[in-house]
Structures are given as C-alpha cells and as structure tokens.
C-alpha cells in the first residue's frame, strides 16, 4: 500500500508561481501511473496533470495546459507539479493521487492529504 505526502502550495500572487511535491512510501511507485488533481470549494475533484510510469508522457487539463508541468523521480519516489502564470481560478487544495488509470484518469484510492494554494493578490 503506498502513501503520499504532498508539499509546498500557500499564497502566491496572480501570475506568480509554485511548485508542489509529493513523496510516496510503500509500494512500487515506479509501476504508478502518477496523477495531480485540484477541488476548489463546492466544485468536484478534476484531474489537473497524469503523467506515465517512467515519466515521458503526461497530459493536463485545458485549464492548466502550456502553464503547469508534471514530472516525476523514480530514484527519489516524488513526483512534481510547477505551476507557472497562477490565476485566481487556480486556487483549490491539490491532491496527489497515485496510480489513477491512465485513459480515464479516473483516480484511485489512493491520496496524500492535500495541500492548499491560494492565488490573490
């Protein structure tokens, strides 16, 4: 069984930037297909980022595509989210969420605790 802990986020001004991490324990996490997703209050959890076991594909959501990028360290179990030009719609408590499935990206059940980023000036 693996477990996540995700860190980094907080207050960051429009158009500013973060990076967000996320170290696994226990589990094969170099097999996991890795996956970041966002829930903003009163909206349902969306996948934002999913990237592939050895990490040389990824994909994103329309919202975050061409400012976030997803990549992983299978030597260190992490794997990271840099989010770059950050609006005030991206704000939301981040989830890391290991082995959704890869077509879908429908999540499984396993997630870190979240951690929140807050884009306002």
């Known amino acids: 069984q693996v477990q996540l802990v995700e860190s980094g986020g907080g207050l960051v001004q429009p158009g500013g930037s973060v990076r967000l991490s996320c170290v696994a324990s226990?589990?094969?996490?170099?097999?996991?297909?890795m996956g970041w997703y966002r829930q903003a209050p009163g909206k349902h959890r969306e996948l934002v980022a999913i990237i592939s076991t050895t990490g040389g594909t990824s994909r994103y959501a329309d919202s975050v595509k061409g400012r976030f990028t997803i990549s992983r360290d299978n030597a260190k179990k992490m794997v990271d989210l840099e989010m770059n030009s950050l609006k005030p719609e991206d704000t939301a408590a981040y989830y890391c969420n290991a082995g959704p499935a890869w077509g879908t990206g429908a999540p499984s059940d396993y997630w870190g605790q979240g951690t929140q980023v807050t884009v306002s000036s």
């Open positions: 226990g589990g094969a996490f170099r097999l996991l297909v």
